[in-house]
């Protein structure tokens, strides 16, 4: 898996954030979550599941950086009502080791400038089988979310972000074959959650589960 990218440096006081955004719009991608509801929703085509498996991929290994996608300017799949902008949202991803509050990423956010080119290669055997469920150990390395400035902000472990990573692998292989229209309202997707099902606690600032559907028909921009 090959991600072209760009590098920003940015310094906040004594601390200094190393944010990885994609070189090219990840067009097929559309996040959203509206006021009150229970779940956020990503809308995903082919190129966009993945590019989502690789930037999952890119999280894993990246210890010491934010993994940055802007998505608000997308266009949405054919079918969807319109979105307001206030409703669209940005996708950061974040190792947990780093320790980011997600409170600070406005202020970094409107520090990025313009970035360097870099070019990263990313082995799929990086997945795990999806069949393979998750020890006991690995049980305690879960996604976390959490809103800040239009923004879904995930934070996991690299276990968390490889095992989670391979359902977008998967949903991309699997889901353009898949049988649409054949019964009405039903489609491929995955669910992924804040600290997995069962969780007492709440995501903070956005709803605590992530539906991620599969989109073949897409707005012209």
């Known amino acids: 898996m090959r991600l072209r990218t760009k590098i920003h440096r940015v310094r906040l006081g004594r601390d200094e954030y190393r944010v990885v955004t994609p070189a090219r719009q990840a067009a097929g991608t559309f996040l959203h979550a509206s006021p009150g509801a229970s779940s956020m929703d990503l809308h995903l085509d082919r190129?966009?599941?993945?590019?989502?498996?690789?930037?999952?991929?890119?999280?894993?290994?990246?210890?010491?950086?934010l993994i940055h996608l802007p998505l608000r300017a997308n266009t949405g799949p054919v079918g969807l009502p319109d979105v307001p902008p206030e409703d669209r949202l940005d996708l950061l991803l974040v190792h947990h080791?780093?320790?980011?509050?997600?409170?600070?990423?406005?202020?970094?956010?409107?520090?990025?400038?313009?970035?360097?080119?870099?070019?990263?290669?990313?082995p799929v055997t990086d997945f795990p089988p999806e069949d393979v469920?998750?020890?006991?150990?690995?049980?305690?390395?879960?996604?976390?979310?959490?809103?800040?400035?239009?923004?879904?902000?995930?934070?996991?472990s690299a276990t968390a972000f490889r095992r989670t990573g391979a359902h977008f692998?998967?949903?991309?292989?699997?889901?353009?074959?898949?049988?649409?229209?054949?019964?009405?309202?039903?489609?491929?997707?995955?669910?992924?959650?804040?600290?997995?099902?069962?969780?007492?606690?709440a995501a903070k600032g956005v709803p605590s589960s992530l539906h991620v559907a599969y989109a073949h028909r897409w707005r012209a921009d």
């Open 97 to 122: 080791s780093l320790g980011f509050p997600p409170s600070r990423w406005k202020e970094v956010r409107a520090r990025l400038g313009a970035g360097t080119p870099h070019t990263v290669d990313l």
């Open 169 to 201: 692998h998967g949903l991309s292989r699997e889901a353009p074959g898949w049988r649409f229209g054949w019964r009405p309202g039903v489609h491929y997707c995955i669910t992924l959650a804040h600290e997995r099902w069962g969780s007492p606690r």
């Open 133 to 156: 469920e998750p020890s006991y150990a690995d049980s305690r390395d879960e996604l976390r979310f959490a809103g800040a400035a239009h923004t879904l902000v995930v934070t996991g």
């Open 47 to 65: 190129q966009g599941a993945e590019d989502l498996a690789t930037v999952w991929a890119l999280a894993a290994r990246s210890r010491r950086s």
